[in-house]
């Protein structure tokens, strides 16, 4: 099969998900389109709301109509990494064998990860980045596709451990759940409050994923579109000689190098599911907000005066 029948392909396969995923999920359609990017390009989603908003449904949702193996770990203050990753334990025969934890999954559903200590958080940063995971000495590849997406109540909150910035660069996407309107909302509770169950059908295997993955991975991308994105990320930077006035009053730490592959990769994905064959400049500027989002640190002088990412992002457009 050509790449060009494979993205056509893909663009059904693709309206088809979404339509499946409506069944269950209202409205969040931004929301819903974003993740999928995310699993299609090969990264990480981190999704930041308030308690009620289904963030967990969204997700085991998601799985379901992936057909992908899908595991929930709650993260509590006392959360250990060993109750992530697993354990060895001894048998009968007072050999040590390994306990798989929950981390086996295709899609691991790291749920309010800001709600334990570092130590636990870091459990999950070999897996995210390098697909594998080490215990005891011993090395265990994780199947693939795989997936963390992890969601944070908003930091305001007590009792809660902000990410480290390390962490939140491997998060390929940080996108913001809002309140439903008040349509949704109606629909919502209409829904939620019968005796009636709705189930989602599969329509993809774990090997066409893949092969999708593949595929975003080898569409062409001009140069001028990679220097694009690749100056939007170095604007980011308060010390570069071509960071906007904004920048250099209200952040105090810019976006890295992984950045810039997000944005191509993601605008890839997004210029494929609206069926163009190359992404152009309006797909990297769609997918900016939330690849920036939580990579720019912004200064006591913007949090006082109310500047948020939205507005220093949009300035590097």
């Known amino acids: ?56 449904l969204m997700v085991n949702t998601i799985a379901q109509t992936l057909g992908l193996d899908f595991k929930r770990i709650q993260f509590t203050p006392d959360l250990m990494p060993s109750d992530i990753l697993g ?10 064998k390994f306990i798989k934890g929950p981390i086996f999954a295709n899609i691991i559903l790291a749920d309010e990860i800001n709600r334990t ?9 070999e897996a995210m980045q390098e697909r594998s995971v080490t ?3 011993h090395h265990y590849k994780l199947e693939l596709p795989y997936f963390v997406l992890a969601t944070q109540n908003p930091i305001e909150q007590e009792g809660t451990y902000p990410l480290p910035e390390a962490q939140l660069d491997r998060f390929m996407f940080a996108i913001n759940l809002d309140y439903p309107s008040f349509e949704e909302e109606v629909q919502v509770v209409k829904k939620t409050t019968t005796d009636n169950k709705t189930t989602v059908n599969a329509l993809f295997s774990a090997e066409e994923i893949i092969d999708f ?6 569409i062409p991308v001009a140069d001028n579109v990679i220097e694009y994105a690749v100056s939007m990320v170095g604007k980011t930077r308060p010390n570069s000689n071509t960071a906007p006035d904004l920048v250099k009053t209200y952040i105090d730490w810019g976006a890295g190098p992984r950045a810039s592959q997000n944005l191509i990769l993601a605008a ?15 797909n ?9 989002r939580h990579r720019i640190i912004k200064n006591y002088k913007a949090e006082a005066e109310g500047i948020s990412e939205e507005q220093i992002i949009k300035s590097l457009f």
């Not at 069944?23 to 990264?43: A, H, P, R, Y």
């Not at 890839?268 to 309006?282: C, L, M, R, V, Y």
């Not at 990297?284 to 920036?292: D, H």
């Open 1 to 56: 099969m050509s790449d060009v029948v494979a993205i056509e392909k893909f663009v059904k396969q693709f309206k088809d998900l979404k339509t499946e995923i409506a069944k269950v999920i209202v409205g969040q359609d931004e929301v819903v389109t974003q993740i999928l990017i995310s699993i299609f390009s090969g990264g990480h989603s981190l999704l930041v709301g308030v308690p009620g908003l289904a963030k967990t």
């Open 87 to 96: 354990s060895e334990i001894l048998d009968e025969d007072r050999h040590f």
């Open 117 to 125: 200590p570092p130590k636990t958080q870091a459990a999950l940063l």
């Open 135 to 137: 215990v005891a000495g």
């Open 213 to 218: 993955q593949h595929l975003i991975r080898r």
């Open 268 to 282: 890839k994905t997004h210029a494929a599911i609206n069926g163009k064959f190359s992404p152009d400049i309006e």
């Open 284 to 292: 990297v500027q769609a997918v900016a907000y939330s690849i920036l």
